[in-house]
Antibody
Framework: QVQLVESGGGVVQPGGSLRLCCATSGFTFSTYGIHWVRQAPGKGLEWVAFSRSDGSTTYYADSVRGRFTLSRDISKNTLNLQMNSLKSEDAAVYYC?????????????WGQGTLVTVSS | DIQMTQSPSSLSASVGDRVTITCRASQSISNFLSWYQQKPEKAPNLLIEDASSLQSGVPSRFSGSGSGTDFTLTISSLQPEDFATYYCQQSYTAPLTFGGGTKVEIK
């Protein structure tokens, strides 16, 4: 069955960096787009970024563009989110999520999330 | 970016009540609208996509309607397990955007 497992969260100081990983299984990684969605404590859902199935096309929210970078490791079936210049407002649970069709924008499958805390 | 406005932000209801949540898009999104349920400390769960297509395993008391800019999620008879927060999301174009959420609480 489809599984998405996030890792890499933790505590980081403002201005620091963190690399999140979404490990996938149960589907052909190279044929699906995958999103990152985050949720700040007590707040709503915010879409962060999307890696299209072609492996080279990416989209980012304005709030993270230029600071966050997506990359795929096809050999490991993982999607990485490199987060630089972190701000307090980046503190959130980060979910990776995908749909049922190739580059689906409806989010059918979700990981359990990984918590990022930005604090000095 | 397409703005999604959800109302109400919270509501109190009793078991058995009919509950309606509305979502409005800042521009037409055809039927590219999804609804999610989220319980505390859990990832969201997709209930409905394409405005009215109920996902497998989701109880039939949930239904969605609408097209263009105005959409509705209805729970026909609220059950104890339905107390949660609900989000709409436009799946029309990137950046994907979510409504602010509706928290359904027990009266």
């Amino acid at each position: 069955q489809v599984q998405l497992v996030e890792s890499g969260g933790g505590v980081v100081q403002p201005g620091g960096s963190l690399r999140l990983c979404c490990a996938t299984s149960g589907f052909t990684f190279s044929t699906y787009g995958i999103h990152w969605v985050r949720q700040a404590p007590g707040k709503g859902l915010e879409w962060v970024a999307f890696s299209r199935s072609d492996g080279s096309t990416t989209y980012y929210a304005d709030s993270v563009r230029g600071r966050f970078t997506l990359s795929r490791d096809i050999s490991k079936n993982t999607l990485n989110l490199q987060m630089n210049s972190l701000k307090s407002e980046d503190a959130a649970v980060y979910y990776c999520t995908k749909g049922t069709s190739t580059d689906d924008y409806s989010l059918h499958f979700w990981g359990q999330g990984t918590l990022v805390t930005v604090s000095s | 970016d397409i703005q999604m406005t959800q109302s109400p932000s919270s509501l109190s209801a009793s078991v058995g009540d009919r509950v309606t949540i509305t979502c409005r898009a800042s521009q037409s999104i055809s039927n590219f609208l999804s609804w999610y349920q989220q319980k505390p400390e859990k990832a969201p769960n997709l209930l409905i996509e394409d405005a009215s297509s109920l996902q497998s395993g989701v109880p039939s008391r949930f239904s969605g309607s609408g097209s263009g800019t105005d959409f509705t999620l209805t729970i026909s008879s609220l059950q104890p397990e339905d107390f949660a927060t609900y989000y709409c999301q436009q799946s029309y174009t990137a950046p994907l955007t979510f409504g602010g959420g509706t928290k359904v609480e027990i009266k």
